[in-house]
């Protein structure tokens, strides 16, 4: 196998690409923690690489308002978001499709001593009843790694209640154009911004382990309202002052000149009378 078979951008079949992100968030739980956990925090809010806080951007709401909401993280990981709010007195479920990445959250809990309520899911079938929650929010899970993202934007809307906001970070679509590359090779652009080809590795039998996918500024657009939720605001963080810490393909020498974030905030309609 080449190089380029063995990672690169190909057209693989959505059912096989779709499966490989819990093998893989399975597999490399601890080594992402142990790369990423001091960055994120055990009990901390962060939406993304450039170090944003939700106590920060309050796009769930002001956080004195936070107790006694009913709150859903989808893809959460290890659930250092949930943790910040379940600090709060917001009650939450943290929800991911690796037991892994969830194994991970109940060490975190012992080691915090700030517990959260998980269970084990996949974003696109969410084991919970319609209207369940005031908001649910995820930074930078689930959504990058299935082919058909409209199946999570869906489900999200039928657990909210009328009225409930939706917030997710993902991966800047603009960055897919460059090198996930943090020094200045980063800042050429050498692939089509269009090419909505997942990156995909596979193992030494060509199985596929990892699947990321590109969706344009217009695709989440589009998802997004099509589900039925009203976009609110996409915010794109700038680099912040003085950070010098790099984050995989996320440094200052890109952020400096590129967006790397897009938080999505969008509020189902609240109920006619
Ligand atoms: C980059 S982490 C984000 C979690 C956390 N916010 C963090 O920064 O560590 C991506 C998470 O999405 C989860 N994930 C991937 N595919 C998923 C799916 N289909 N449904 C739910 N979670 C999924 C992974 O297991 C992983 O924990």
């Not at 923690?33 to 925090?41: C, S, Y």
């Not at 250092?80 to 943290?94: D, E, F, I, S």
């Not at 080809?197 to 590109?214: F, Q």
Request: one cysteine or more.
């Amino acid at each position: 196998m080449t190089d380029s078979q063995r990672a690169g951008y190909q057209s693989v079949p959505d059912d096989l690409g779709g499966k490989a992100g819990r093998g893989w968030w399975d597999a490399n739980a601890s080594e992402y923690l142990d790369d990423h956990g001091a960055f994120l925090g055990d009990t901390d809010f962060c939406w993304c690489p450039e170090g944003l806080r939700e106590s920060e951007l309050h796009v769930l709401g002001p956080e004195a308002d936070l107790a006694g909401r009913a709150v859903l993280e989808i893809g959460s990981g290890a659930a250092q978001c949930a943790r910040w709010l379940v600090q709060r007195g917001a009650r939450v479920v943290a929800t991911d499709v690796s037991a892994g990445m969830l194994a991970a959250s109940r060490r975190l809990d012992a080691r915090s001593g700030t517990q959260v309520p998980i269970a084990q899911a996949d974003a696109r079938a969410l084991p919970f009843a319609s209207g369940s929650f005031d908001a649910a929010f995820t930074s930078y899970g689930a959504l990058p790694f299935v082919p058909d993202a409209a199946a999570v934007h869906d489900e999200v809307y039928r657990v909210l209640r009328p009225g409930g906001r939706w917030a997710f970070s993902v991966t800047h679509p603009v960055r897919w154009a460059f090198p996930d590359d943090p020094t200045a090779r980063g800042l050429t652009a050498t692939r089509s911004y269009f090419d909505r080809r997942p990156y995909v590795e596979r193992d030494e039998h060509g199985t596929i382990t990892y699947a990321e996918y590109h969706r344009t500024l217009g695709d989440h657009v589009r998802e997004v309202s099509s589900a039925g939720f009203v976009l609110m605001d996409v915010i794109e963080p700038e680099w912040p002052g003085t950070t010098t810490e790099t984050w995989g393909g996320w440094s200052r020498t890109r952020g400096e000149r590129l967006p790397g974030t897009a938080i999505f905030v969008a509020d189902k309609p609240a109920a006619h009378r």
